[in-house]
């Protein structure tokens, strides 16, 4: 079966210091991978996508920037955090092609407090 | 793809049937339809997919009338557990989907 890690799950990092949330995927192969971002009482808003190892697309013009180094294996990081990158941010994952795809999977999440 | 239009918020007793609609007023041919539902703290999960008439599944089931613009979910007996934000979601089977998330309904059960 399928799964999703994510890590760390809790952090609080001070302003200016650098980020990195790993999300990995296990029990499937060419995953679609996705970033979200989740601010207090808000909706999701679509950060980073990919299909394919090393292909990135970015939604929003931002601080952070993701990287997919091997094709289950999904980072968000940042050089120098701001007190607006604080939130809950999710990784998830979809397949396509077949009835019942498209379904996006979510990791348990890691919530990040800048200070 | 196809925007979503949910109402903000819903209140409920427990045991009650709960119907949360969705408008998807251009939704495309090769688009399904999927709810998620999120509670505090944890990433959503899935909930239902169909296409078009009714789908049932052991948790909700989800009715989608022959013109495919909007869809309902229903939650039979709600419990207080199942207060937590649904998701509507339109997206193409078969192709990639960049899937935004809407505000979404947020579900307040009662006891």
């Known amino acids: 079966s399928q799964t999703i890690h994510q890590w760390p799950a809790t952090l609080v990092q001070p302003v200016g210091s650098p980020l990195s949330l790993e999300c990995t995927v296990e029990g499937t192969s060419n995953p679609n991978l996705y970033w979200y971002r989740q601010a207090a009482g808000r909706g999701l808003q679509l950060l980073f996508y990919s299909v394919g190892i090393g292909q990135i697309s970015s939604e929003v013009p931002q601080n952070l920037s993701a990287s997919r180094p091997q094709d289950r294996q999904f980072i968000l990081s940042s050089k120098k955090l701001l007190l607006s990158d604080s939130g809950f941010y999710l990784c998830?994952?979809?397949?396509?092609?077949?009835?019942?795809?498209?379904?996006?999977?979510f990791g348990a999440g890691s919530r990040l407090t800048v200070l | 793809l196809a925007k979503t239009t949910q109402p903000i918020s819903m209140d409920s007793y427990e045991g009650q049937e709960v119907n949360i609609t969705c408008s998807h007023n251009?939704?495309?041919?090769?688009?399904?339809i999927t709810w998620y539902q999120q509670f505090p703290s944890q990433g959503p999960r899935f909930i239902i997919q169909g296409y078009k008439t009714k789908v049932t599944n052991e948790v909700a089931s989800l009715f989608i009338p022959a013109d495919r613009k909007s869809s309902t979910l229903s939650l039979p007996r709600v419990s207080l557990s199942d207060t937590a934000v649904y998701y509507c979601?339109?997206?193409?089977?078969?192709?990639?989907?960049?899937?935004?998330f809407g505000s979404g309904t947020k579900l307040n059960v009662k006891p």
């Open positions: 998830a994952w979809s397949t396509q092609g077949a009835r019942g795809a498209n379904v996006l999977t």
């Open positions: 251009n939704i495309a041919t090769n688009d399904y």
């Open positions: 979601l339109v997206g193409d089977l078969y192709n990639f989907n960049k899937f935004y």
